[in-house]
């Protein structure tokens, strides 16, 4: 399987990247992004594009992948809506079409976030904002699109968090995802079983294109 990652520098980016050159079954990864991960192994390809509205100087090494692992992401605190889709919903439709364009047997698969709106109409903007992304995904003809929507993820094999704010909250909360793990399971996961949940969904499918927080287990 050869897949392309967008947004391999952020949290969850890097947790599938990771897990993506330890598995065997991934042949090639590239990732797309502003900047590189630093990583170095003979199966990663990295190219910086700071532009993600606008893919077409890069389209010529862009397709013959299998499956995109779309991580790129914001939090919407702070930001008015327009600002908000432009990062969620204009970066991922310009980039989800030039990739079904190229790749019309590829597996999308888009992280998104637990209670994202699939109606549209709800009051809280962000999830109104992630629930129009993902209806406009799963109409697109990709072979497959996958919803990801998780919850509290802890980060697990080095990987932290780019905002400084989070990476404190993940290091105070981390000696208690043991009892979160145990309380509230449905809504707690860790980067590892994340990433590795996200690339076996890409080989197998998956029952339902929405994979909720509680079905994010290996």
């Known amino acids: 399987m050869k897949v392309i990652i967008f947004g391999a520098t952020g949290m969850i980016g890097r947790s599938v ?5 330890l598995d065997d079954e991934v042949e090639a990864v590239l990732t797309v992004g502003r900047s590189v991960t630093g990583l ?3 199966k990663l390809n990295e190219v910086i594009h700071k532009d993600l509205l606008d893919l077409s100087p890069i389209e010529g090494i862009l397709s013959g992948y299998d499956a995109c692992f779309f991580c790129v992401g914001v939090s919407s605190a702070g930001m008015k809506e327009r600002e908000y889709q432009r990062v969620t919903y204009d970066i991922t439709m310009a980039v989800a079409q030039t990739l079904v364009k190229l790749n019309a047997n590829m597996t999308f698969i888009y992280v998104s976030g637990s209670g994202a709106d699939s109606t549209e109409q709800g ?3 962000w999830a109104r904002v992630k629930g129009k ?3 406009a995904l799963l109409r697109m003809p990709f072979k ?14 080095g990987i932290v968090s780019k905002t400084r704010l989070y990476r404190i909250l ?6 208690l995802y043991p009892i979160f793990k145990r309380l509230f399971p449905q809504y707690v996961t860790t980067t590892e079983i994340l990433g590795r949940t996200m690339i076996k969904v890409a080989k197998q499918g998956a029952q339902t294109s929405i994979i909720e927080s509680k079905d994010i287990r290996l």
């Open 17 to 21: 990247l990771q897990e993506c050159l």
């Open 40 to 42: 170095q192994y003979e």
């Open 123 to 125: 009051r809280v903007m």
């Open 133 to 135: 992304t993902e209806n």
């Open 144 to 157: 497959a699109a996958y919803m990801f929507r998780p919850a509290y993820i802890q980060p697990r094999k």
């Open 170 to 175: 993940y290091s105070g909360l981390g000696i």
